[in-house]
């Protein structure tokens, strides 16, 4: 059953003055629901990574606590730690862009968990950078790639994302933005669509890079 993520955000602001940091549960929230000292002391990660021939703009790598909390966000529905994912996405620097596209899920997988985490961080950060949310490719069925080799990997991934009817309005410079960057496989393909749609320029930016 799909979630009532607006019903949710406004229950999570009720209760915003009696919160405390997200991380210690001891002191008062500095910023994005934790206190300075956890906030200082997350695995900030300093330089984008490189995958798939893309740089990509990373906030943290994918340690402890951020790991656990990206985790439950994602499969969990811990929708609280939004504040401190979305938080650390706008601590990036970006180039000018005219759309933020979030990653597509799958309408089995959004069955599933009731929501898009990357939709739910990419509003956040549109709103923040003053732009719109833009989704012109849809992605199929996820299917489970293990047994597979690299180059069978790459072939199951740009098939799954397919352009929607052609947009009425198009944008030549974006941002795509997801939750975890792994191999970089899926903003590759992502990349492609958008590049066949038109884009001259596909930035990316993820919470967390994981180890390729």
């Known amino acids: 059953m799909r979630l009532d993520l607006t019903v949710l955000q406004r229950g999570l602001a009720l209760f ?3 919160q405390r940091c997200q991380l210690c549960h001891v002191d008062a929230p500095w910023q994005h629901a934790v206190c300075q000292t956890c906030w200082q002391q997350l695995p900030w990660r300093s330089q984008p990574v490189q995958r798939q021939e893309m740089q990509i703009q990373v906030a943290f790598d994918y340690l402890y606590p951020i790991n656990r909390m990206i985790q439950q966000f994602k499969y969990e529905q811990q929708l609280q730690y939004q504040l401190l ?40 950060l549109a709103k923040h950078l003053n732009v719109p949310i833009w989704q012109p490719v849809t992605r199929l069925q996820q299917h489970a790639q293990k047994g597979l080799s690299r180059l069978e ?5 740009h098939q799954q994302f ?6 009425k309005i198009r944008y030549r410079r974006v941002l795509i933005v997801d939750d975890v960057v792994t191999t970089g496989s899926s903003i590759h393909a992502l990349k492609q669509q958008l590049l066949n749609l038109g884009c001259h320029k596909v930035n990316a930016a993820c919470v967390v890079a994981s180890a390729d």
């Open 16 to 18: 915003k003055p009696l």
């Open 162 to 167: 397919q352009i929607q009817t052609v947009p």
């Open 153 to 157: 990997r790459l072939e199951d991934i």
């Open 85 to 124: 994912l979305a938080g650390a996405l706008q601590q990036l620097r970006y180039d000018k862009i005219q759309a933020i596209v979030p990653m597509p899920i799958s309408t089995a997988r959004l069955a599933e968990r009731g929501y898009n985490q990357s939709l739910v961080l990419a509003k956040s």
